[in-house]
């Protein structure tokens, strides 16, 4: 756990950092893989820096309508930014809903565009996970087994290592298999499959898990009905391209 | 990759693939099914989100004696601040102004002042200057500091109603806007 980097005068918040450097390499892996699926570098970039934009400056507008009369006594500080204050799941969805505007506006095909972006995704995903072992969010419950880590006052199973494990695997597999894959839209749900089974299984030991019907993980049941999702897509994305295909 | 291919085209066999993770994606969600107050829940004293804030006795610059967990019940905020540290001054007046708004609401500011790092004259004189009104407890030995596992001042701490942390803001100065919107948030669950 590395929290806060101290740079002489400057406290560098480690897991902003990471997850910055996370969008970077999944910058590059896509200009990379762009030409293959013949679609310019700069358009799908572009699109990358919508939806990030977008997405953070509605995150802070989102939050800024919810305490519309707190902001109104003090306009300016609707420019003070923190990050306690930010809409997150608010700003995601706008986000993604601006890029996805932009690349139908460009005549960008949807499920090519998937598989262009998902080596990078999956690298987001492994910054995800060093983001977590920087913070030590997303931590594990309480555990004697003899690689429990302490954190947060117990000895804890180390689920952010789990999770950086598993995400290193989904992006070694993805990056494997990227030029192999029998049908348009096979890496992307290949990804969105492999990332819901490792939520699902490393949920099991997460310590801060929200509880639903009792005592059932949500992230969990979450993660199933997508990882079904992405298997009944696979499906049906395979059978109507051997319908479309001259062959 | 065809193989692969004619196992996801066959309506039967990925079917019953598709069945079968679902069979033990249900096994695997109730073998690590847990009762609420296993996970965080509250009942851990750490200063992050979702645990326990924890629990300290000081004496304020007032000559009175403040327990944090006797503010159950309320929306308060916890403060960690020194008198030499220019971000701390430059917040307090914002959470002077939130206190002054929503202390009938519920609202209670515990301004913890760092005293092992600071000194109780400066701390009085920097009271006065800002005409702070509410509760300023004296960390004398650095108890709260590591509690609190202090590593930037100021650190506010958003701990709500039930004692549980809400929010932690590191470093600063804080918007009065900020406190405020995160404050209202606590309020709704003042009884």
Redesign the interface.
């Known amino acids: 756990m590395l ?2 980097l101290q740079a002489g005068p400057i ?1 560098i918040q480690m897991p902003g950092l990471i997850l910055l450097a996370g969008v970077w390499v999944a910058v590059s892996l896509t200009d990379r893989e762009a030409p293959r699926y013949s679609m310019k570098p700069s358009t799908l970039s572009n699109m990358i820096l919508i939806g990030l934009v977008v997405g953070i400056l509605s995150a802070r507008l989102w ?1 800024v309508i ?2 519309f009369d ?2 109104l ?2 306009p ?3 420019l ?1 930014l ?1 990050p ?2 930010l809409a997150p799941l608010e700003g995601v969805l706008t986000g993604i809903a601006a890029a996805t505007f932009y690349g139908y506006r460009k005549g960008l095909p949807l499920w090519p565009t998937l598989d262009v972006l998902t080596p990078g995704l999956s690298a987001f995903g492994l910054a995800v996970g060093f983001a977590h072992l920087a913070s ?1 969010d997303a931590f594990g ?1 309480e555990t004697t087994m003899p690689w429990g880590i302490e954190l ?3 000895l804890r199973h180390p689920t952010q290592i789990y999770e950086v494990l598993a995400a290193g695997f989904i992006f070694w597999l993805i990056w494997e ?1 990227r030029r ?4 348009s839209g096979f890496l992307f749900l290949t990804w969105v499959a492999l990332t819901a089974l490792s939520r ?2 490393i ?2 030991f ?6 639903a019907y ?4 949500s992230a ?2 979450g993660s ?1 009905v997508v ?2 999702i992405a ?2 897509g ?2 049906l994305l ?2 109507a391209q ?1 319908q479309g295909s001259p062959s | ?2 193989k ?2 004619q196992l ?2 066959d ?1 039967i066999r ?2 019953a ?2 069945i079968g ?2 069979i033990l ?2 096994i ?2 109730g ?6 107050s ?4 509250g009942s ?3 200063p ?1 989100e ?2 326990a804030a924890p629990d300290f006795t000081l004496e304020t610059l007032e000559g009175e004696t403040l327990t944090l967990s006797d503010l159950r019940g309320k929306a308060v905020v916890v403060n960690l601040w020194a008198s030499l540290c220019p971000p701390c001054r430059a917040e307090m007046p914002a959470l002077q102004s939130a206190y002054e708004a929503d202390r009938d609401r519920g609202l209670e500011i515990v301004a913890v002042d760092m005293t092992y790092q600071d000194n109780e004259e400066d701390a009085q004189r920097f009271a006065d200057d800002f005409g702070l009104t509410f509760a300023i407890p004296m960390d004398r030995d650095g108890t709260v500091a590591r509690q609190y596992l202090m ?2 001042l100021p650190s506010t701490f958003f701990v709500g109603p039930d004692g549980v942390i809400r ?5 600063g100065p ?5 406190i ?3 404050v ?1 948030e606590m309020l709704e669950e003042v009884p």
């Open positions: 929290p806060i406290a939050y919810r305490f707190i902001y006594e003090n300016l500080s609707i003070s923190n306690t204050t030590g419950v947060w006052g117990a298999i192999k894959t029998p049908f699902l299984l949920e099991a997460r310590g801060d898990s929200i509880i009792g005592s059932l993980r969990q049941m199933l990882l079904v298997l009944i696979m499906h395979s059978r051997v | 990759m065809s692969l291919n996801i085209e309506p990925w079917g693939i598709v993770v679902l994606g249900a695997w969600i073998t690590s099914q847990v009762p609420a296993a996970t965080t829940s851990i004293p750490s992050r979702g645990f590593r930037a929010k932690v803001v590191i470093g804080m918007s009065e806007a900020t405020r919107s995160t209202s």
